[in-house]
């Protein structure tokens, strides 16, 4: 009997990584503002800004997971264009920090928020021309964009809370509509109706082209759209993800690199740079070990809409994790400011309580838990809140300890197991 081929696995096309280089320049915009926020409102509206550049991100690939090899190249284009003009204008989302520049700051913001809620569009159209439903991820073709908009028009401090509460119905709304099969009909339902208004437009203008007297032959060919509900592929949305994680764990290395290009490497600094090198090592070894999800688990691979929402945790934690260290290192013998030491303690606390939820949705192992999980994240808050004596040598190192007790879960009983086979062969006969 012949031998059967299985299929091939798909990866990540040029044109997709291509597509990702725009994180960067977002990410990087982003931890710069961070640096320069002077109240927690400010840090939510990075929050706020860094979840709009992430969806955009999340949605569009979700598209070209589904579309394959039907993916639309000007769509993607015209998306990673978007990102762009989303990071370029992030400098300007703070009228206060400039006062007399009001009006011109207004505007940037503005083109923020058109440029996202354009980008959501691009995507959800692109899907919807293909006749797929994403039910996995509900978002990639819906927005709740009346608070965005309305946003514009308001003062900034109300601006950000509008943004705030459409970030909750969007992630809540994904999270729910994936769960439940009626939403899943309901969506099926309204695609078709669209597809059905389309169809008698696109019969509209045949008929009047036929009575300008364009015979039948020459009429355009129109094809069919099917409806259907869309399919994840698993192993290229894990690559995806996987991608966008190492591509902001490279923007934190770069932080950490450009803050010791003008300072005197005290041993202060390289303590610190050291650490601050060895936190984002362990954040690499436990992506690649557990993938975007920072828990161990003993279920089947997560749901899209346990794993998307996990991610965004994890690569917001790490940009936070990546602003603290790159405050800290020029200040490395000295008391570095409160806000860094929560920037970097902060992410690391997110990052734990993003590998609760994922724990909980994969069911990781009770010991997990209660030996590596809880105190690590204890020690994260413990240090973020009473840390203020410490300098930022010790900070870094702490985050080092921290994290790199939370990363020893697989190797501790790796070690122990070979500590027990060499003790057995050394015992006497």
């Known amino acids: 009997m012949a031998d059967q081929k299985t299929p091939e696995e798909r990866h990540a096309s040029w044109l997709e990584l291509f597509f990702d280089l725009t994180v960067v320049a977002a990410a990087a915009q982003i931890s710069h503002r961070l640096h320069g926020a002077d109240s927690i409102g400010q840090v939510a509206a990075c929050a706020a800004m860094y979840y709009a550049i992430w969806s955009v991100w999340t949605t569009t690939s979700v598209y070209a997971n589904v579309a ?17 003009v989303m990071a370029a204008t992030v400098p300007g989302v703070w009228p206060e920090l400039l006062p007399g520049e009001h009006e011109e700051l207004k505007g940037r913001t503005a083109v923020f928020v058109v440029a996202f809620i354009v980008c959501r569009a691009i995507a959800s159209r692109s899907a919807a021309r293909d006749g797929q439903v994403v039910a996995f991820w509900p978002a990639t073709q819906s927005l709740m964009g009346t608070p965005w908009l309305v946003s514009l ?4 401090t109300v601006a950000y809370w509008l943004w705030g509460v459409a970030i909750a119905v969007d992630i809540a709304f994904s999270m729910l509509g994936a769960r439940n099969p009626r939403a899943v009909e309901e969506m099926t339902k309204r695609a078709r109706k669209r597809q059905e208004q389309q169809d008698r437009q696109q019969e509209r203008r045949l008929a009047r082209l036929i009575e300008r007297g364009i015979t039948p032959d020459q009429l355009p060919t129109v094809p069919t759209t099917y409806i259907s509900v869309a399919q994840v592929e698993r192993g290229h949305l894990d690559e995806r993800l996987g991608l966008f994680v190492i ?8 932080q950490v690199v450009a803050s010791n290009t003008e300072e ?4 202060a600094v390289v303590a610190s740079s050291l650490a601050a090198f060895l936190v984002l090592v362990m954040l690499w070894q436990l992506t690649t070990l557990y993938g975007f999800t920072p828990a161990p688990r003993t279920t089947a691979p997560l749901e899209p809409w346990q794993s998307l929402p996990a991610h965004l945790g994890v690569t917001a934690s790490i940009v936070a994790i990546a602003t603290g260290f790159g405050a800290l290192i ?25 590998s609760l939820f994922a724990g909980l949705a994969g069911k990781a192992p009770l010991r997990w838990y ?3 999980l809880l105190p690590s994240l204890l020690a994260a808050a413990a240090i973020a809140v009473f840390g203020h004596p410490l300098a930022g040598w010790a900070l870094a190192v702490l985050a080092w300890v921290t994290l790199g007790w ?17 003790l057995r062969r050394q015992r006497p006969r």
């Open 406 to 422: 939370f990363s020893t879960y697989n190797s501790l009983p790796a070690a122990r197991e070979r500590l027990t086979r060499v």
């Open 247 to 254: 591509i902001v764990l490279g923007e934190a290395l770069a």
């Open 153 to 156: 028009f308001v003062p900034h």
């Open 68 to 84: 394959g090899e039907r993916t639309r190249r000007r769509a993607v284009l015209r998306t990673m264009l978007g990102i762009a």
């Open 264 to 267: 005197a490497w005290t041993y």
């Open 330 to 354: 020029p200040d490395a013998a000295e008391h570095v400011h409160d806000k860094d030491r929560w920037y970097l303690f902060g992410g690391l606390a997110l990052y734990f309580l993003t």
């Open 370 to 372: 209660l030996g590596w």
